[in-house]
């Protein structure tokens, strides 16, 4: 099995748009994008930090934004809905463009949104096709990332910008499973030192990077303490993590905490 085909095996799940809408439990003609926040961003801190990154990118209506592993769409259908984006996302897992195109046509989204499946090291787009490139916890799973952030490059307009929010490792052992993988074998962590030379050398501009590991460990306590309190909610990520949901998350803010890996946001620009 390649490395791809197991990372598709990893995020795959049976019958996940039918899941994810008996969690929610309304009529699927009423369902909104507020509906579909606990479970819609695969990341930690989901739309919060989407849109703190949104902002500080200054990404402008009409601009075409490439969601380099979009997961289910919630990224793509934020930044549409808010920002007035048109945007694409592509992923190496068929289950979730799937659910991605019927939740973005649930929520009237369509028109403003589409979705791929393929692979994010062989982007089937024309070069200079984007304006920016968003990637949020993605890399963690990919070996090759310089041909990962060469496809990126090729793909923005010059002067365009690539803004990524991403784990990131310390040069220590992690506590596995966590929720990209169930052991080292899915595992490619790099340092935030590593990953600045990288981008540098595929031709970015470092505009800002901002190390998120705080905001998240808050986020993951307080995630962490309503679960023990009031058990698994009804819809919440753990759809998409599957029985082994709590420990994935308790090894992650364990991680964290530690110092074992760390939470980095930035933006980067296309050298002109």
Not at 130 to 138: G, K, L, N
């Amino acid at each position: 099995m390649t490395n791809e085909s197991q990372i598709e095996a990893h995020y795959s799940h049976n019958s996940l748009l039918e899941t994810i809408l008996h969690a929610i439990g309304k009529e699927p003609s009423q369902i909104t994008r507020n509906d579909l926040a606990p479970v819609d961003e695969f990341h930690v801190r989901g739309q919060d930090v989407s849109r703190e990154l949104a902002t500080a990118a200054a990404l402008q209506p009409g601009i075409r934004i490439l969601d380099a592993g979009c997961g289910l769409g919630g990224a793509c259908r934020m930044l549409a809905a808010e920002y007035g984006c048109q945007v694409t996302g592509i992923d190496i897992t068929s289950d979730y463009i799937r659910t991605a195109e019927k939740l973005s046509a649930l929520t009237g989204l369509q028109q403003h949104t589409r979705f791929v499946q393929g692979s994010v090291l062989a982007l089937p787009f024309a070069d200079g096709s984007f304006d920016a490139v968003w990637s949020q916890h993605v890399q963690m799973n990919i070996a090759d990332k310089k041909a990962f952030y060469t496809a990126i490059n090729q793909v923005l307009t010059k002067g365009g910008r690539f803004v990524y929010y991403d784990v990131l490792g310390n040069d220590q052992p992690v506590y596995y499973p966590v929720p990209w993988a169930f052991d080292a074998s899915l595992s490619f962590l790099i340092t935030s030192r590593q990953l600045q030379a990288l981008l540098s050398a595929t031709g970015f501009i470092q505009i800002q990077v901002t190390n998120e590991t705080e905001n998240g460990i808050r986020s993951l306590n307080a995630l962490l303490n309503r679960i023990a309190q009031k058990g698994l909610p009804a819809s919440g990520l753990h759809l998409l993590m599957g029985d082994t949901a709590l420990e994935k998350l308790n090894n992650l803010r364990s991680n964290l905490i530690e110092k074992r890996v760390v939470l980095e946001s930035g933006i980067y620009e296309k050298a002109t």
